[in-house]
Each structure stands twice: as C-alpha cells, then as structure tokens.
C-alpha cells in the first residue's frame, strides 16, 4: 500500500512531515506501507538527511510548488498543476498512490480532493469529518464546514459516509449516529432537521439513536454526530478555543501555586487533537486526510495510519455500495 | 422598585429563591429594591421563618399554582392561569412590579412573557441572551434558543436589543457586536448571515466589528455575539457540558497527586454560570429573566441584580427608542 503525503503542507514544512512519515513507518500496523513524500525534491531530501534512521518504505516524488494560504482553493487544480497537493492527488487518482494525506490550505485540499478524486456516484455534496475527544470514545462530526445549506438527503448521506468510516477506519461496530438539534424529542429543530429526523428513524441501514442536544456531544454516546456544515464548523472552532482556554485558567491557577507536581499531561493529551489523525474527506473516489497546518509531526504520523487503516478496510469500496444499498 | 421573583422556579423551590432574595436585598446597590416572592404563601412563609435576618423588602404574593416541565409552555396562560409564573408576569404588567426574574422550565417562561408583557413596536421575534464567560469580560450571545430560522432583520434586531442589554444591564460603553460566521472574511456563510453581515455594516447605531468565527468567542472581542436560535442553542449547551468536563478530566488528575493544595475555586468560579444573572428575553414590554432550574441561591441572588440595574437604568425604554431610530 502507497500513501501520498503532501510534504509541503504544515508552517513547518517539510520537517513535520518528514518526522511523521518516519514515526508512522516505525508503527508495527504499518509494515506494508510505502509513504511517497510529494514535494520539492531537495528540500525534501535534505530533510531526510536529518534523520540517520529513515526506514525503508520512503520515497520522494518531486513537485517544485506549492499551495499557499493567499491562493483561491477553486484555482489551485489550474493554476498551481505541479504543487504539491496537486501532484499528490494525481499519483492517487492514477493509482500510483492509494490514499492522500495534506496539512496544506484547507479548502484547496477539499477543492482539488473533489475534483481529482471525484464525488462517488449518488453522493450529491461530500462532507468533511472531524474526530471530536469525548468522555468516551472520540465521536466523528460531519459536516465539519464543507457544506452550508444542506438538504435532508445530504446530511442523510453524512450519516451513511460517517458509519461507514468510523467501522473501517475507527473500527466502530454498528456505529450510532445522532442527529445534532436544539432539543431531544421529535418535532424539535428547524425544517430540515425535523425532515432529516424522519428519513433517518425509518433508515434500515443506519444505527440512528435520535436527535442529540449540544450538551450531549461530550458525554461520547455518539460515533456519528450529523450536522450542517455552518453549526458544524463553528462547534468544531469553539471546542478548539475552549479547550485551551480552560487549559489556560488552570495552568494559571498551577502557577500560583509553588512546587506544584501536577502533570498535566494527560489532559492536554486527551483535548490533543493531534492524536486523532485528521479529517476525512469523505464521499471521494479516494481516501483524502486533511491535517491542520500547525500539525505536530504525530498528527502526520496518526494521519498516515488512519488513512492506511481505510485504505485497507475498503473504505472506498464500502461507502460507494453504502449509498447504493 | 419591586421585582417579582416565581418562588417556585428552582428545583429546590422555594430554597434556593427565599436565600437569593435575602442575599441580593443585603447587597448595597439594592437598597432601593422590594422582592415580591410569588408562590404558595404558606410554603413560601415556612421557608422564610427558617432564615433569621429576613430583610425589609421581601414581601409574599400568594400563586397556588405551579408550573412543571410536563405543562405545554404555550398552554401554561391558559391553564394554569394561577401560577406563580402566570401571577408574576401580571404583577408586572399591571405595575405591581417593575420586572420578572423566574427559574421555571424556560419554554414555558418564555411564552407566557411573550405572551403577558408583547413585543415592542416593531420587534417580529424577541430574543433571548445569554452571558458567555471568557477570557475577556462576559459576551451576550443572543439568540440561545428562541428563534430557529431566522431572517436578516432579525438578526438585526437581536444586535441592537444585545447592544442596549449590554449597554444598560451591563455597563458597557459602545458595546461591540460580532455576527457568528464560519470565516471571518465578507461573503463568508449562508445567504441569510451573508445578507445580515451587508446589513450591519451599514448600521450606524451599532459598533459591528464583523464576522467572528466559533474560536474567537472565548477570547472576548465582542459584547454582543449574534446568531440563529439554532446555533446559538447548541453552541451554550456544549459550552456549558465542555466546561463541565474538562474540569472533570482534571479533577480525576489531581486526586491522583497526594497532598495537591492547588485550589481549582477560581477556575470554577469563572466557567461557573451561577455567577451571571441569567437569560434576559429583549425586545419585550417588560424585564424578564430566566434562569436554571438547578440554579443556587447565588444564581437568584445575581439575577435579582442584573433584574434591578436593567430597571433601573431604563433598558424597555431604550430598547424601544434604539428600534425606532
């Protein structure tokens, strides 16, 4: 299995990505896999003359630019043909690779992923996930802000592409879905909500647990979390804050007091979202991962085995007769 | 002035309403305050012989009745015409009382205000706030739940009752107001933020400062956060469950340090919504105020407070005149 890795995505680049690549190779899980670092090639090999322990399964594919946050995510398939990103989906769709990871631009990741790699046929607007940390399991929201305005039928398709990911590449059996609204009970929502709650009720195909509350996104009883792209992608950003917020009072609140051998450790690793491996693009004719440009090299690393994990479950194959079932 | 405050609205009614009287009539600025308690006179006088400092300026107001969450709140006017809700809304319309504090079930608050104390001239949908901690000073997020769907001119609206709220209740000079977006960017969102963002521009009775992103909440650029009901409610219930439970990840890792001296009270003090004096309902013919039904008697007690300078300071006067202009 090869995975295309855009070595030119985080504010790091390529160090992030070169140490990522690395760590994900040394994985036990990971022993049949190839990474192909996409990127300027001596940039990328003087990075990797850095490392003296650089694993078999690394190899380096030149593309001389790259995507930058100024450019229009829409122009970058035509304006910007040999960056990274878009060298990097080309090896995919062309079958030289098997999936794509990138902690490039966003929305020119999403852009190129949707026009090289094509929507599945019946899947009418492709969703982003995100992993959210929960007192339980991580649960997977989508939309996370790829699309505003959906119908009843997208976000019924979100439930399916997110059931579908989170038993393939989570290894979540009969994932629950929960539709996010303002109240528990049916008949609740605005009328897209109310819709999508009935289509989803007499859905055989789905785990569908009923509408959930923003109070109860924390407490993990979800796998799939279903929302609108708008709500979706400010949640997302406000949970982010929030996080370091809190994690900011109380580191605060630790300084005052002397000698403190509090390890806070594990709390910043749990609200960490560098452990979860990325966002999915889902609904694609390919696996495309888009990872935050501050990546640490073990966002890279955890990408990298997520998308590997996909890859190999069939994830593509699974979602495309999903929607046809 | 006298406020009438539902005796009967907490879980732990009258308790929690009987101690936040006396404690928000001790406090200096309230000096000038009568609390008319409205609830079953009996129950309400029993609780009031077990404190022994009583203050002048309770005084009791017998309603038999009492409001559950099992009661439709757009039936509650009608059938239970004798409850404590009921009874203090007329108090207040009548001017028996120069405004409304209840921690009764919300929707059924909600209604019978709307009901009993209307819309101002010119107000479609009134809004409810709510005060967000964060790491500046507090930020009204308005709507949190009332108005699913709403139009541009809504919007519009709730920026200009938020901004006399914060302005008169709050203290705050030139209040700033932000519109949740999914990018801080013009254009950004769907059509009805994209429409509301051109229409606040130009407002020149408001400080818009432009579209904030779900990460930008928490550090407190703005006094006034506007949104659809639909966002706003999902986003404070997760604010208020994600507090929750990073303190808790927390406190689970401090007990594992023996002999910890670290004092989280100030950490819980600033997440806590005890702290904020509840969810005013703006663009009404009267000053009402909800709180939680878990609320303690400190949550009463600011409420009471907020209720007193929002009177005082002639918010249902202002709010009407800044709607006409």
Redesign the interface.
């Known amino acids: 299995m090869r995975i295309a890795l855009d070595a030119m995505g985080t504010d790091t680049a390529p160090s992030a990505e070169v140490a990522g690549a690395i760590d994900a190779l040394r994985d036990v899980t990971s022993q049949d896999v190839e990474i192909i670092l996409v990127g300027d090639e001596e940039v990328v090999r003087a990075e990797l003359a850095r490392h003296d322990d650089v694993p078999r399964g690394i190899r380096v594919h030149h593309a001389p630019d790259r995507v930058s946050a100024e450019d229009s995510p829409a122009s970058v398939i035509r304006r910007k043909p040999d960056s990274s990103i878009v060298v990097g989906l080309k090896l995919h769709k062309d079958g030289d690779a098997d999936g794509f990871v990138s902690a490039g631009p966003t929305g020119a990741v999403m852009a190129s992923s949707l026009f090289t790699l094509r929507p599945l046929p019946g899947v009418d607007r492709p969703p982003v996930g995100t992993l959210l940390p ?2 339980g399991d991580l649960s997977l929201l989508l939309d996370a ?1 790829a699309n ?2 959906c119908k009843p039928s997208n976000l019924v398709q979100f439930a399916h592409l997110g059931s579908t990911y989170m038993r393939d590449a989570m290894g979540r059996e009969n994932p629950r879905v929960g539709l ?3 109240g528990e009970e049916p008949g609740k ?3 897209v909500t109310m819709e999508t709650f009935e289509l989803l009720k007499v859905d055989a195909g789905l785990n569908f647990i009923g509408n959930i ?7 993990g009883d979800c796998d799939v979390i279903v929302c609108d ?3 979706g ?18 580191k605060a ?2 300084d005052t ?1 002397e000698d ?5 450790e ?2 910043f690793r ?2 960490d979202y560098a452990e979860y491996g990325g966002a999915p693009l889902l609904g694609l004719g390919g696996v495309s991962i888009i990872c935050h440009g501050g990546s640490p090299p073990k966002a890279i690393r955890n990408a990298l085995i997520v998308a590997a994990r996909a890859i190999r479950s069939g994830l593509v194959k699974h979602s495309a007769e999903e929607l046809l079932t």
């Open positions: 929960t007192a802000g505003i305005g996010l609204n303002i929502g605005d009328e509350e923003g109070r109860d996104i924390v407490r792209g708008f709500v992608n400010i949640l997302l950003k406000f949970y982010e804050s929030v996080a370091g917020y809190i994690v900011d009072l109380l609140e630790l007091v403190s051998n509090v390890d806070l594990h709390v749990v609200l």
